[in-house]
């Protein structure tokens, strides 16, 4: 009975699965709505899913028990029919609740991936993470009763019983000793991989406002899903910066608001020096994503930035990403601006314009669908 | 599969738990007790009891929300039992045992109820064999035409499961089986005038003649033959025969309908058949089973089961107490003319003639009864008065919903219009050759309460997959009568 109900509740999901496929945009926007459960699992807020059935509208009225007065508002929910406890016909009473659907992000990752039909990212670089697995391969002579192994314990038993001469094969009772017990243990297994590094940049100067933010947040979620999936050490490293730039932690990154003006390079030059100290290109993917809403202070420091981007960066980047997020204030011209230099052939640079958080799934598939 | 079979200590308790519910009086098919781990229970629960059933995403979404309500201690179910002979319960392992006395001490009530109530009287017993018997059929159909094809249509069919006739077990005239078109025309030797002389016949009704008062008579017929000829409230029996569908559609869809009428009667006595389980097992526990030390628990679990929690009424509650006052007015003779007409109030009050007859008729209630009758017969003032019942309406203006009223009578008539037809709405097919078009009309019978629009329109797309031409229902809505149709462009639209 339980086997029927497993396979009704995967396919069960199997369903909602596709409901949140056909709805990617409406859940891939609203990922504030998402629950966090522990570390790789996020709940998602769906509406029931029933069967239609004539019903009565929910306004009708009814009887109820308790205190009050006429014209008085009657506690509780009424017209929820959901009695929890006993019944013999349990299985009638859904009752009116939305789902919470829990997803690992590794699913999350594959739905993104169907529905966008991300290509698979060829890495670069020697597998040099080093990822130890443990299986239960092993026995060992010590451990909990729970891993108690039956066979290899009264195999030890017989032994001992055989080689001191206390084995009768006529009454062959065997009682295992303490020292006999043997117990199920771990190997480790130690695998290669290869790692990646996503460095975020975002301009914090005041023309950014909290919905630009909000947007550069739920990309960021999106792409970290994407290439946690893809490799299996993600590290991520944040970069602010208005006229001067540093790093802080993912917190401070999003909350952050500065008043200043805003020197890009600054910024470029701080990645640069993260990337030469911790990160040598040979061993790591490396994923630079600047998020501003193109403005910059002078047309020189756009130089600067296109040189940095030309001379160095980009050859230690898989790819470097750069999006604008629109804002009423920002003038656009970055983004102009490097589309001229580094245009639509060049593919070491990808672009892409963030008009609203409708916009966030396309520019989510501009920034991955290249499979760098 | 780990065994389900009670441990010995618990066999015993259910051995004395046994005899004491002979001993009361009650009379119940055997019953078959198993053990099961919590999953189990709430895999069974989401199975609506049954072992084995076809494969449906609805069980697993049921399965998804019992396990996450157990896990984070919002509910747990108890016990579960199922209608068939001999009757199956579950008792989830992990309970104490002083809950376990109780289950099964509940779970004889109900296997009283189900073998003794008329309304369950029609039941297949055998349902445990149907229901697997179902499951085996449709897995088949789904590698004959695929999964999805056949979910797609089995939710289709559970989304017309409430459009049954509930007196249709009961009323043998009513054709039980699927009715074929019965499309032979009748010989027409009509509108002929009348001639004595044989040979002034072709005269008197030359062929042109005779031609058109056929035709006019057939004219005639066709608008008065009805079809249905009277209202069909099985509208899923009127599909099954009428609907053009595919052998394995009418397979699935009788197999649905089947399902449906077998949860019917559980539905018709939610109130009694809790409130005569949760009577029994008072009974059992306090007067015969219980060990003083598990008076505490027992008293917490039974006072949670019947509590009540402002805005709704817990049928356990309701049932329990109802029964109790009904031995109680039938211990004392409070009832009949002489009671009635009484006008002294400390009189009535402690009015008491000694007759001792209350369990002898909780008994004939219990047999003969369903919640509206139920309701009807025994729901007293003084009940209403006593447990605090009210009627409740939806304000617009504040948009809450606010108490009415405490009377007797509006109380009473809420409460059996919300019971009436196990609180589904009243539709039936009027007529399936609607505009001479083979369109369908539903037709909704007002009893006070409107449709929800949005769930009327979905059902009406499942009748119209079905039915394949336009489907048309009429219906009330705040005051206004109204037709509504859903078309062939997916459309659904009003008509005035």
Same mark, same amino acid.
Request: glycine fraction near 0%; charge should be positive; charged fraction near 55%.
């Given at each position: 009975m339980i086997d029927g109900a497993r396979r009704d509740h995967a396919r069960f999901r199997q369903i909602i699965r596709g409901k949140i496929k056909q709805d990617l945009k409406k859940h891939i926007t609203h990922t504030e709505m998402f629950g966090r459960k522990g570390k790789d699992v996020v709940s998602i807020p769906m509406p029931q899913i029933d069967i239609p059935r004539f019903r009565f509208g929910s306004n009708q009225g009814g009887v109820g028990q308790g205190d009050g007065n006429p014209g008085d508002p009657v506690g509780g929910q009424p017209g929820d029919d959901g009695q929890p406890g006993q019944g013999q016909e349990a299985g009638n009473q859904a009752g009116d609740h939305g789902l919470e659907v829990e997803f690992t992000l590794q699913e999350l990752a594959e739905i993104l991936g169907e529905e966008l039909s991300l290509p698979k990212i060829e890495p670069r670089g020697a597998k040099t993470l080093k990822s130890k697995v443990d299986r239960y391969t092993s026995i060992a002579s010590q451990g909990p009763h729970s891993l108690r192994h039956f066979k290899r314990t009264i195999k030890q038993a017989i032994q001992r019983q055989i080689s001191t001469g206390t084995y009768d094969p006529d009454r062959p009772v065997i009682i295992p000793e303490k020292k006999d017990f043997r117990f199920r243990s771990w190997k480790s297994d130690v695998q290669q991989e290869n790692s990646a590094v996503i460095i975020y940049m975002m301009d914090v100067s005041g023309s950014m406002g909290d919905e630009q933010k909000d947007i550069v947040r739920t990309e960021a979620f999106w792409i970290n899903t994407w290439l946690r999936s893809q490799y299996k050490g993600v590290e991520t490293r944040y970069i602010i910066h208005d006229a001067t730039a540093k790093e802080v932690d993912e917190d401070t990154f999003f909350r952050t608001r500065e008043s200043g003006g805003t020197l890009i390079s600054s910024a470029y030059k701080l990645c640069e020096k993260i990337i030469e100290k911790d990160y040598p290109p040979s061993d790591w993917n490396i994923y630079p994503f600047h998020f501003s809403d193109g403005d910059n202070w002078s047309s020189e420091d756009t130089k600067l930035c296109i040189d940095l981007l030309k001379s160095s960066l980009l050859r230690k980047c898989n790819v470097f990403c750069y999006g604008q997020v629109d804002s009423r204030y920002g003038s656009g011209q970055f983004y102009k601006d490097l589309s001229e230099v580094f245009g639509k052939d060049d593919d070491s640079v990808i672009l892409s314009r963030i008009e609203n958080k409708e916009a966030v799934l396309g520019s989510i598939k501009d920034f991955l669908g290249k499979g760098k | 599969m780990k065994s389900t079979a009670l441990p010995l200590e618990l066999a015993k308790i259910r051995d004395d738990i046994e005899g004491y519910a002979h001993q009361a009086g009650l009379d119940f098919f055997d019953v078959i007790f198993e053990m099961v781990p919590s999953d189990a229970i709430n895999a069974l629960a989401a199975q609506e009891g049954f072992p084995v059933r076809y494969p449906h995403w609805r069980f697993g979404m049921n399965y998804d929300q019992y396990s996450k309500g157990y896990e984070w201690g919002l509910q747990k179910i108890y016990e579960m039992v199922i209608n068939t002979n001999p009757s199956y319960a579950y008792l989830m392992s992990s309970n104490s045992y002083v809950d376990q006395k109780t289950v099964m001490a509940h779970v004889y009530g109900h296997v009283d109820f189900f073998k003794n109530n008329i309304w369950f &009287?029609?039941?297949?017993?055998k349902m445990l064999d149907a229901m697997a018997n179902h499951a085996v059929r449709i897995r088949t159909y789904m590698d004959d035409y695929g999964q999805d094809t056949v979910e797609n249509f089995i939710d289709i069919c559970l989304s017309l499961d409430n459009l049954i006739d509930p007196s249709l077990p009961f &009323?043998?005239?009513?054709?039980?089986e699927v009715q074929g078109a019965d499309e032979t025309p009748r010989h027409l030797e009509v509108g002929k005038i009348k001639v004595d002389r044989s040979y002034m016949d072709t005269f008197i009704n030359p062929p042109e003649f005779l031609a058109e008062q056929r035709k006019k008579a057939e004219d005639q017929s066709r608008q008065d033959k009805k079809f249905p000829d009277r209202p069909e409230r099985d509208v899923m029996l009127f599909l099954l025969s009428f609907a053009p569908l595919e052998t394995w559609q009418q397979e699935v869809l009788r197999m649905i309908r089947d399902e449906a009428y077998y949860f019917v009667p559980q539905m018709q006595t939610k109130i009694m058949n809790e409130g005569w389980a949760s009577y029994w097992h008072s009974e059992i526990m306090t007067k015969k089973a219980l060990t003083a030390s598990e008076i505490i628990d027992f008293a917490d679990h039974h006072a949670g089961i019947l509590q009540m929690s402002p805005g709704r009424l817990n049928p356990y509650k309701i049932g329990i107490e109802l029964f109790r006052d009904i031995e109680d007015r039938w211990n004392r003779g409070k009832f009949g003319k002489e009671y009635d007409q009484c006008e002294d109030f400390r009189e009535k009050l402690y009015w008491n003639k000694n007759l001792g007859l209350g369990r002898e008729k909780i008994f004939e209630v219990r047999k003969v009864c369903n919640d509206v009758t139920f309701i009807d017969q025994y729901l007293t003032p003084e009940f209403v008065d006593r447990y605090q019942l009210y009627t409740y309406e939806y304000n617009r203006r504040t948009g809450q919903h606010e108490i009415v009223d405490r009377e007797f009578k509006s109380v009473k008539e809420k409460l059996l219009s919300q019971l009436t037809n196990q609180g589904q709405p009243n539709i039936s097919v009027v007529d399936g050759n609607f505009n001479n078009r083979s369109e369908l009309l539903l037709s909704h019978k007002h009893l006070g309460f409107d449709l929800d629009l949005k769930y009327a329109r979905e059902t009406m797309r499942s009748i119209f997959l079905i039915w394949k031409r336009p489907v048309h229902i009429q219906t009330t809505l705040e005051g206004r009568t109204r037709l509504y149709t859903y078309n062939e462009k997916h459309e659904f639209v009003a008509q005035d």
């Open positions: - | &009287s029609k039941t297949n017993r &009323s043998p005239e009513k054709k039980r």
